[in-house]
């Protein structure tokens, strides 16, 4: 959500449709709510919803409640570039109806369209968004809302890095997936491994050791490469086949004695890590361990399965016992 | 006033480079001192013979150039002070420059072969000396600018000629000099005309002189510095701006050109780039090109030329470039009969051979029809974009594997001046042969790319 021309379906298109940056100047307003499943292509099986900036809460055609009911994590987009008081008034009462319906939302304010500023001057506009947004729900006697602040750009890798994050927040098996990746690759003499989702491009989990964006940057890039490589060869010769199938790997090594080593480990994940040339002589060593790493990884999502099928049955007998409330359609608008 | 104990100004180095002298310096003269400005502006001793040694300029990058997608095309600068055909005061030193007195070659530079990597890597194909470490990597000194290309190497003139602002320094620093499409934005307008050297695959030289395309530049152009420029040229590229509304005045400038090259060199080949075509809707692309190559192909009788549509916002731009290279490299059939037999003893479905700092194909075999005809371009675009990413963090790539249940693909390091792309179709064949059997197929083809010695080809050994 957020106002008008803050940039929500650039970052929507961006993110999940591998659109370039330059491109979403042509992008037109969106006039209604488009609400994008992107669980077919992506492992971030959420529905993203992307509201038009106009949109009325006192509207009563408009059912904030059974939207907000079902969110994980609320992202509020606000120009920096722009004046962003009247962002700042439209955030504190969105935060605040929705956190009367359902306190659990994570809420995620990110300050969009940073390229154009300058270091110090981003820094300034983060702190006094910071501080103005707390002092609104201070005023309104709800402190105990958290809000998160990214600084962010289509323009450069800040977004993805961002959207991680958020998604991060939501995944229910993140300590496993981390403690799983701490023992791989303390075992196979690996420096760093990132967890990522093949179409989007933001990192699902990592090792604990610190996340450095330069590396982050040059994972995106040999994720792009390998994917468009595939793209032009390795689709089968009737045009069948998917360019990222079970069996991609890509080594890439660089002139400073780092490889960089991409293997498939489910259908929307790849393991992507940064290994020495010395370590990556025992190859055969790390294949063997990253086996035993994506069983654990297909284990871990099964129980998921599992449990998401059982909440849905038991969403779907319950809703048999109730009526409707309104009987608001839950087909896409 | 001149020092008496120096020889006269003019008669010094006019003999050297004539229209050097009359390159406009907007902000006056200076007197001998001159400022580091100046300085870049010495003539160099054979400029004036074609395909000599010239001093690379670099490029200038200003802050704020004009933003392209404003569409009101660069905004022409205020015209040169002095104007041409004034002759400014020389800017030379206070001392001689060596050239004048001495007849000896300039020293040879220690490391010739090796394009350095690290920052220096960031010119790419341009080869130069270590930048000063400021904040701006992309000025040159000249002064320290004299290494001596050997005598083996093939010098190639490529004019690169176009109206101002139809996008010429854009695309040469795309190419030759690793910008992203983005960063051409901050390219000022090009003063006179620009000399840089390229080297490629070893001893292909590449001179190209990208010559400033507002009018007092044009016109100085067919006039007073027409046998300079236009003799002994071996590839004249024009550009043209498909958004330019001046057509007349561009097809009048073309022609003019064109007669240059009749009378000076006419076995020059011809390619014109109708530019700038992203600026077009993608369903008139099509039409407007095939209009205006009609046009073209039709004003260039008697000569042929070739016509490419190019943008620097896709792989268009490497499709172009990539021919005109092409029909540059001396030995090219041979490169590829041997490409087809490496090619055929390891069973690999394509072979691509790519020049090493501008990724452009230079040469391939493919055993069967590919589903992609614009693949060569999209790769050298895909592979150039990641080397950029690497560099950022200082390193660059050496080898690349990419594999999957249909394909297995190997990009490395072949000869000293090349890149290799091996693709197989059956990704049973376990990486290491095809690495050990890229890796033996090295030696016969560094063979072929030394000058001096006899052509082996793989069947001879």
């Known amino acids: 959500m957020g106002l008008r021309r803050s940039g929500k379906s650039s970052i929507q298109k961006v993110v999940f449709h591998k659109m370039s940056p330059n491109e979403t100047l042509f992008l037109e307003s969106t006039n209604k709510i488009c609400r994008e499943d992107v669980s077919n292509s992506s492992f971030v099986n959420f529905q993203i919803w992307d509201f038009p900036g106009q949109i009325d809460f006192f509207d009563p055609t408009f059912d904030y409640e059974m939207i907000f009911r079902g969110t994980g994590a609320l992202i509020f987009v606000i120009d920096s570039q722009d004046d962003y008081m009247e962002a700042l008034a439209r955030l504190h009462l969105t935060v605040t109806r929705a956190y009367k319906v359902n306190p659990d939302i994570n809420f995620e304010i990110f300050i969009h369209k940073v390229d154009g500023l300058s270091d110090d001057h981003k820094i300034e506009t983060q702190r006094d968004i910071h501080q103005r947004a707390n002092d609104d729900l201070a005023d309104a006697g709800l402190e105990k809302i958290h809000l998160s602040f990214y600084l962010t750009s289509i323009y450069d890798h800040s977004i993805f890095e961002a959207f991680s994050k958020v998604v991060q927040k939501l995944i229910l098996q993140l300590p496993t997936l981390e403690n799983l990746l701490n023992i791989f690759i303390s075992n196979s003499g690996i420096e760093k491994a990132f967890l990522f989702d093949v179409v989007s491009k933001i990192y699902i989990a990592t090792d604990s050791t610190p996340v450095d964006m330069q590396t982050y940057e040059l994972c995106c890039d040999m994720i792009d490469v390998v994917i468009d490589i595939s793209c032009i060869y390795g689709l089968k010769e009737d045009g069948a086949g998917t360019p990222y199938d079970k069996e991609s790997t890509a080594i890439i090594k660089l002139n400073n004695t780092t490889v960089l080593y991409l293997k498939e480990v489910t259908k929307f994940l790849a393991l992507v890590c940064f290994v020495r040339e010395e370590c990556f002589e025992r190859k055969g060593l790390i294949d063997y361990n990253f086996h035993c790493f994506r069983k654990a990884i297909h284990e871990v999502f099964e129980v998921r399965m599992k449990v998401v099928r059982s909440r849905k049955h038991q969403n779907q007998m319950q809703k048999n016992k109730r009526a409707t409330p309104n009987g608001t359609p839950r087909a896409p608008l | ?461």
């Not at chain 2, 000599?52 to 022409?76: D, I, T």
């Open chain 2, 1 to 461: 006033r001149w020092p008496p104990w120096l020889p006269p100004p003019f008669a010094a180095l006019r003999q050297f480079s004539p229209f050097r002298l009359q390159s406009p310096d907007r902000r006056g003269r200076r007197g001998l001192g001159g400022c580091s400005r100046d300085r870049l502006r010495q003539p160099s001793p054979e400029s004036r013979e074609p395909g000599a040694q010239g001093v690379s300029w670099g490029l200038h990058p200003k802050e704020e150039g004009p933003r392209r997608a404003a569409g009101s095309g660069k905004a022409e600068t205020s015209g040169p002070s002095g104007g041409i055909g004034s002759v400014c005061a020389p800017s030379s030193a206070p001392r001689t420059p060596r050239w004048v007195r001495t007849g000896r070659d300039p020293p040879r530079p220690a490391a010739l072969a090796q394009p350095p990597l690290g920052r220096d890597a960031a010119w790419g194909a341009e080869q130069g000396p270590p930048v000063p470490p400021r904040g701006r990597p992309r000025r040159r000194r000249a002064q320290s600018q004299r290494w001596v290309m050997p005598s083996t190497a093939m010098k190639k003139k490529v004019l690169l000629m176009g109206k101002s602002g139809s996008g010429k320094t854009s695309m040469r620093s795309i190419i030759f000099a690793n910008y992203i499409a983005r960063d051409t934005r901050r390219l000022g307008a090009t003063i006179d005309v620009e000399h840089s050297h390229v080297r490629f695959l070893g001893n292909l030289v590449l001179n190209l002189w990208d010559c400033g395309g507002q009018d007092t530049f044009m016109e100085n152009y067919f006039t007073s510095q027409r046998d300079n420029i236009f003799r002994n040229v071996e590839v004249l590229i024009y550009v043209f701006d498909v958004e330019s509304r001046e057509l007349e005045k561009d097809m009048h400038y073309y022609q003019s050109c064109l007669e240059a090259i009749l009378q000076n060199s006419p076995d020059a080949k011809i390619f014109c780039l109708v530019h700038k075509m992203d600026l077009v809707q993608e369903d008139q692309r099509d039409l407007i090109f095939k209009e205006r190559e009609e046009d073209l192909r039709r004003l260039s009788r008697p000569l042929e030329c070739a016509c490419f549509r190019t943008s620097i916002w896709d792989e268009t731009l490497y499709k172009a470039w990539s021919s005109i290279v092409y029909q540059l490299i001396p030995n090219v059939q041979q490169l590829e009969t041997n490409l087809r037999n490496f090619a055929q003893i390891i069973e690999a479905d394509e072979v691509l051979l790519f020049e090493r700092a501008t990724f452009l194909v230079i040469s391939h075999y493919q055993c069967k029809e590919q589903r992609d005809i614009h693949r060569f371009e999209k790769i050298s675009n895909i592979i150039k974009q990641f080397k950029l990413s690497c560099s950022k963090l200082a390193a660059s790539f050496q080898s690349m594997e990419v594999r999957n249940s249909n394909f297995a693909a190997f990009i490395d390091i072949f000869t000293s001046n090349t890149y290799v792309m091996v693709v197989m179709s059956d990704p049973s064949i376990p990486s290491a042969a095809t690495l050990i059997n890229i890796r033996n197929a090295r030696k016969h083809f560094e063979k072929l790319e030394r000058v001096d010695g006899p052509k082996h080809s793989l069947l001879m050994r």
